[in-house]
């Protein structure tokens, strides 16, 4: 847990600053149609019909957006 104030809130970016799973870890994916994003400084996509082994924080992105399921 890392305290915020409220002006820091406003530099606050999920995507970079509240990862929860280990990036080292990867989970293997369906991407159905999926859009290009940006994790941890990285950017990931365009995905079409693609199987892939991706970090957790991305896999679970996907999957929680319906865009992608673990196999």
Partial sequence: VVPLTVNSLYDFNPLNDA????????????????????????????????????????AMFYICRGKATPI
């Fill in 19 to 58: 990862l929860t799973f280990n990036q080292d870890e990867k989970i293997r994916v369906k991407i159905k149609n999926a859009q290009k994003i940006k994790i941890d400084g990285v950017d990931y996509g365009p995905y079409k019909e693609e199987i892939l082994s991706l970090p957790a924080s991305v």
